[in-house]
């Protein structure tokens, strides 16, 4: 939740200028980079998991 409110926070003076569409798109983006970044680090850990055998 507080990364969250960081982001909020990082974007609220953007608002006025963007549209409710364009926040929604950057909104969609770092979610995209999130999964992503949970997968890699998820394959990480099996392969670790691998090395241990």
């Not at 982001?7 to 569409?21: I, K, N, Q, R």
């Given at each position: 939740?507080?990364?969250?409110?960081?982001?909020?926070?990082?974007?609220?003076?953007?608002?006025?200028?963007?549209?409710?569409?364009?926040?929604?798109?950057?909104?969609?983006?770092i979610?995209?980079?999130?999964a992503?970044?949970?997968?890699?680090?998820?394959?990480?850990?099996?392969?670790?998991?691998?090395?241990?055998y």
């Amino acid at each position: 939740m507080s990364e969250l409110s960081v982001v909020y926070a990082f974007y609220s003076p953007l608002y006025d200028e963007l549209s409710g569409a364009n926040l929604i798109i950057i909104l969609y983006a770092i979610s995209i980079n999130i999964a992503v970044l949970y997968i890699c680090y998820t394959r990480y850990q099996m392969y670790k998991e691998l090395q241990n055998y």
